[in-house]
């Protein structure tokens, strides 16, 4: 069995064919298509966030109102730059939609992508101390924020406070219980995915890696899965941490599929070069349901995770992408174990 989610970019725009053609709409239509995928069966409705760029951006409201209109899906960020993030008020945004949701967030963070403007972090206020880089100012973000997520006292009582305190230091409220171990680390080399390993979270694999031995991206993926879990074991933690792996995965069943994704789709990885580094990202699935059966079974990273997010086209509209979820959950999905 794998849970099986959604990974929406929360595209918007005013072009031509767009179902999408507004900020409002995109956020509208994200809640409306993680109810319909949860009517569907599906397991989890996530979202990406950039700053600065037509897609969801803050991702706390979003969460929140998901969290209210549905009763059973998973919500979650794929991921949250931890770069433009105070650890602080993100701790009580977070523990609010998870509260909201009834304990249903999972939340996913890192360093982040490339980014749409230079060094937006710092309009945010934020830059790296001296002799850092902001991928350390991400780690250092997030460490102080999973310190805060275990809802320890650290702040003195004001003496003469405004309103009653409970006895000792005090936390941020409000605290979620719980929602310490649903962090997810966004991690594009096994380096980073060691590490998220060693502090506690639960790993996302996307549908990019630094190319770190020249192998399919699949086989690179699955290596670093596992490394991943050596490394959860060797830190000594209890419990058994989840892994995703996120696919851009199709099944033509109807004219409209064969018309967007039939044809000129790319089979097989392609390279290209972030922050001058060599990335590999890992090729699109898009077949009858009998063919794309086959090609999944060989997918070794699929086969490691036991959650996969499927990248969804959002600017095609909520009934489409509902469509995509419902023919994969009950035409692929079976044949493979997954359900």
Do not use: C
Not at 108 to 133: C, K, L, M, N
Not at 197 to 224: C, I, R, Y
Not at 248 to 266: C, E, H, K, Q
């Amino acid at each position: 069995m794998k849970k099986i989610g959604f990974l929406s970019f929360g595209h918007w725009s005013a072009e031509r064919g767009s179902a999408v053609r507004s900020a409002q709409d995109v956020l509208v239509q994200s809640i409306e298509l993680a109810e319909a995928a949860e009517e569907l069966g599906a397991d989890g409705a996530y979202f990406r966030v950039h700053h600065f760029a037509r897609q969801l951006a803050s991702p706390f409201p979003l969460l929140a109102a998901v969290g209210a209109r549905t009763k059973k899906i998973e919500i979650g960020t794929g991921v949250i730059d931890m770069r433009y993030e105070n650890p602080f008020y993100m701790v009580e945004d977070a523990g609010s939609a998870d509260l909201i949701s009834g304990g249903r967030l999972q939340l996913g963070i890192s360093r982040g992508s490339p980014e749409q403007v230079v060094d937006g972090w710092r309009h945010f206020g934020y830059q790296p101390a001296e002799g850092e880089t902001d991928q350390d100012m991400a780690r250092n973000h997030t460490q102080v924020f999973l310190q805060l997520l275990e809802g320890k006292g650290f702040a003195k009582p004001n003496p003469r406070p405004m309103f009653p305190n409970p006895p000792g230091l005090l936390r941020l409220e409000p605290h979620s219980e719980g929602l310490r171990e649903r962090i997810w680390w966004g991690a594009a080399s096994d380096a980073t995915a060691v590490w998220a390993a060693e502090m506690g979270m639960n790993l996302q694999s996307s549908t990019l890696k630094w190319d770190e031995t020249g192998e399919p991206f699949h086989v690179q993926q699955a290596k670093q899965i596992r490394k991943y879990r050596e490394a959860w074991k060797a830190a000594g933690h209890k419990g058994t941490p989840r892994v995703s792996v996120s696919r851009s995965i199709f099944a033509l069943v109807n004219d409209t599929d064969r018309m967007y994704f039939g044809g000129g789709r790319p089979d097989a990885d392609s390279v290209g070069v972030i922050d001058n580094t060599r990335a590999v990202f890992g090729r699109s699935y898009a077949a009858e349901p009998e063919k794309l059966i086959a090609e999944l079974r060989q997918d070794e990273a699929i086969a490691e995770a036991d959650t996969l997010l499927l990248t969804v086209p959002n600017m095609l509209g909520v009934a489409y992408n509902a469509h995509v979820i419902e023919t994969i959950l009950k035409q692929v999905a079976p044949e493979l174990g997954w359900r």
